[in-house]
């Protein structure tokens, strides 16, 4: 058959078609395309996973050399941490990329779509966390090299991260919508990305040894839940009780949404 | 009824009159120029029209569909081609084919030959795996024209299609456009700001200075508007006021050192013209052109604006170079 036709008359049935059935293919495209340039980046993948691993291997084993908490090598100690903030840096810095998409108009086209603003704005969200579990994946295929870790923990370590990786990526979009050059991503770094993984007890304890105002702080910081979760998860360890933790998280995740799909659907 | 129809379609940024009242009927499958110097509202009412830009006030219609209130059905009958370079540079050419494919909800069973089909229209086959930021300018701006449409919208809007390229790629480009126009049985609405191009592509023109149409037609039309020939001398202290009062000259105009006039039936009055002139340095006869129709309108002329004034699309000329890293 001609597909000339075949278009014609689809491009008819496509006028009556539902909302929501449009709406979800808009969310999968964007999805698509994000996931086609993760397979292209490989470089960045392999950034993303080695970093932490240096952490864990050079730093953590020359700490733990000499340091252990609650009977636990510091080197096993910080992992759920370390984990964390792996999920907090690929999330935030995925999101605030849209800066560089606006930069070089590769939104713009995506943007007169016959699709909404927040259906695309999921699509991106989707599209984050899906880099950022494959590189957690990556991450918890090197946990045999932790003997404390309890690999049974390991399915709500990843749920507990993914709920993160969602807040996380809706938050770097939430940014990204507001900047319109890249000194932005600078500040963005210096005063969101690193106060909340310095503050979030990836690499200390967060018990009552801490100074009274860095315990405040650390409890404000929603990514200190995050740690705590998946630490209790991988290693028995916790100072608050899971559904705390799992609460919080999820709140924070939604309001992240919210937040992230009004500021990107009123971007410019 | 007109595919579009915009009625005193208006947009203003504060205290700025961006657009001042546009009133258009655009009849399906018309080839149909926008034309003006920047800033002229060309963009804005392609904005408007895609339902990119919310207008103040007035109304426009496409397809029937009222750009306010059916955005979505809009989007879906237009295609549109933006001045900047729109392309994900990361994927391939069939790639960025495909994700518009999605967005736009080209059904899976029809969309592989309906994208070969448009990258056979530009000549792209060969190139299509190949991932775009490899393109030429000329290249990437043809996979521009197809991926705008793929969707099969009943309008194309392009938004100066040929900026930033070299002359040989832009009669390519314009080539294909006039292919896709009639392959498709499309409209097409265009900007451009080269004059001689819109003249040989448009079926009719529309000139916009200030935000407001001040010309409309054909290009013959408009150009017959001018009342004949133009007669461009280059001559030392020209007796202006003489030249002025002669019954077959109707416009006289100083353009650098030339004297530009236009007159009815050049081949029987230039004699007695040029016997009313001394120290005739060069004489050229030549038939008006769109440019100088604007000329005639706006006391200006389009192609200084663009050299002069900065502007967007310096920038963008900018942009698009810092693109091909």
Redesign the interface.
């Known amino acids: 058959m001609n597909?000339?036709l075949?278009?014609?008359r689809?491009?008819i049935d496509?006028?009556h078609?539902g909302h929501f059935k449009?709406e979800l293919?808009?969310i999968?495209?964007?999805w698509?395309?994000e996931f086609?340039?993760f397979q292209?980046?490989k470089s960045r993948v392999v950034a993303s996973v080695v970093q932490p691993l240096l952490w864990l291997f050079l730093f953590g084993s020359g700490v733990g050399a000499s340091f252990s908490v609650g009977g636990v090598n510091y080197r096993d100690y910080i992992y759920p941490g370390i984990l964390s903030m792996s999920v907090l840096f690929g999330s935030v810095f995925f999101g605030l990329y849209i800066i560089w998409d606006r930069k070089?108009?590769?939104l713009?086209?995506?943007?007169?779509?016959?699709?909404s603003r927040v259906s695309i704005f999921f699509g991106k969200v989707l599209g984050g966390c899906t880099d950022i579990i494959i590189q957690v994946l990556i991450l918890f295929a090197f946990s045999f090299l932790f003997p404390a870790v309890n690999l049974w923990g390991i399915p709500l370590a990843l749920g507990i991260l993914l709920i993160t990786a969602i807040a996380m990526v809706s938050l770097g979009l939430a940014i990204g919508s507001l900047f319109e050059s890249l000194e932005g991503f600078q500040l963005v770094a210096t005063f969101v990305v690193f106060p909340l993984f310095f503050l979030s007890g990836a690499l200390f304890p967060v018990d009552e040894r801490l100074p009274i105002w860095l315990q405040g702080a650390v409890k404000l910081n929603p990514l200190t839940y995050t740690v705590d979760g998946v630490r209790y998860a991988l290693l028995g360890l916790n100072n608050f009780p899971l559904y705390v933790d799992i609460g919080i998280i999820v709140v924070f995740a939604l309001l992240m949404i919210i937040m992230g799909s009004i500021l990107f659907s009123r971007m410019k | 009824m007109a595919i579009i129809e915009t009625r005193a379609l208006a947009k203003s940024y504060g205290k700025i009159q961006a657009v001042r009242g546009i009133d258009l009927s655009i009849e399906k499958g018309e080839i149909f120029g926008l034309l003006g110097p920047n800033g002229a509202g060309k963009t804005t009412t392609i904005g408007m029209l895609c339902t990119i830009l919310r207008p103040s006030s007035g109304s426009a219609s496409i397809a029937g569909y009222d750009i306010v209130n059916k955005p979505a059905e809009v989007r879906r009958n237009v295609g549109i081609v933006f001045q900047d370079l729109t392309l994900d540079t990361i994927l391939t050419g069939i790639e960025n084919l495909e994700l518009h494919a999605r967005l736009y909800g080209i059904p899976s069973v029809i969309r592989k030959a309906r994208i070969e089909e448009m990258l056979d229209l530009v000549d792209l086959k060969d190139r299509a795996h190949d991932i775009t930021r490899t393109y030429s300018g000329g290249m990437r701006r043809r996979l521009e024209l197809v991926r705008g449409l793929l969707h099969r919208p009943a309008v194309l809007f392009l938004d100066e299609p040929t900026l930033g390229l070299d002359p040989q790629t832009r009669a390519r480009i314009w080539d294909y456009i006039k292919k896709m126009a009639e392959n498709e049985g499309i409209t097409v609405v265009l900007t451009t700001h080269y004059m001689e191009e819109a003249e040989q592509v448009c079926d009719r023109v529309g000139i916009i200075d200030y935000g407001r149409i001040i010309a409309l037609g054909t290009p013959e039309e408009l150009k017959d508007s001018l009342g004949g020939y133009m007669v461009v001398m280059r001559v030392n202290d020209p007796p202006l006021d003489t030249l002025r009062g002669l019954p077959y000259v109707s416009g006289v105009a100083l353009n650098g050192g030339m004297v530009e006039i236009t007159m009815k039936e050049a081949h029987l009055h230039l004699p007695d013209l040029l016997s009313r002139i001394r120290n005739v340095e060069s004489v050229e006869t030549r038939a008006p052109t769109l440019n100088d129709v604007f000329i005639k309108l706006t006391g200006r002329d389009i192609r200084e604006e663009y050299t002069e004034d900065t502007g967007g699309w310096v920038e963008s000329a900018a942009r698009y170079r810092q693109r091909g890293n």
């Open positions: 597909p000339r075949v278009i014609a689809e491009g496509l006028m078609e449009r293919r808009g999968y495209a964007v698509w395309r086609k340039i292209r980046e070089i108009d590769v713009k086209a995506v943007l007169v779509a016959p699709v």
